[in-house]
């Protein structure tokens, strides 16, 4: 296999507490520096702009109340990341700088019911020279996938809901990966402590 023995670096090769934290362009260039494959996350601004970043609020890693697509991509530009000068980067930089030289798993982050994110970002992976596979907690990202874009390779993320959850009962679902009947992901990422 072409991955075989290929190690990810987890948002980037990041420290939050140097000038390279998650989901940056220097965390991300000194993964691809050090040959390692990158996992990200994507989401999109209030103007429709697919960005990498993991949270759905701000709060964690650039100290302001709001989530990612309650801002414009212009507004985001004026906040920076954890403890350093790095920015909040557009997935297509993202994609341009790996340039294909290590493998990447694509997160996708749905913030409502709604699979914006994918059609807006899946033609930028269309055009990106290289090995990726995409992934997501939300089925209708894998759904999307699978109806559109069969031959990418996908993923279903997953863990025990019911703890967290309580009164959402439809986690259920997601925690028995009931979905995956609909969705049929090529692989399941279910977090390793449940």
Known sequence: SVLKGVHYAHRGLHDNHSDAPENSMKAFQKAVDAGYGIEMDIQLTKDKIPVVFHDETLNRMCGVEGKVWEFTYEELQKLTLAESEERIPKFEDVLALVGGKVPLIVEYKLDVPSTE??????????????????????????????????????????????????????????????????????????????
């Open 117 to 194: 994110v994918c059609e807006i970002a899946d033609p930028m992976l269309q055009a990106y020279n290289g090995i990726y596979c995409i992934e997501s907690f939300h089925p209708l990202a894998v759904k999307w996938y699978r109806k559109n874009r069969p031959d990418v390779l996908r993923g279903q993320l997953s863990m025990n809901f019911k703890a967290e959850y309580k009164k959402h009962k439809e986690y259920i679902l997601l925690t028995y990966l009931l979905t995956n009947v609909a969705t049929r992901p090529d692989f399941i990422a279910y977090q390793h402590s449940d």
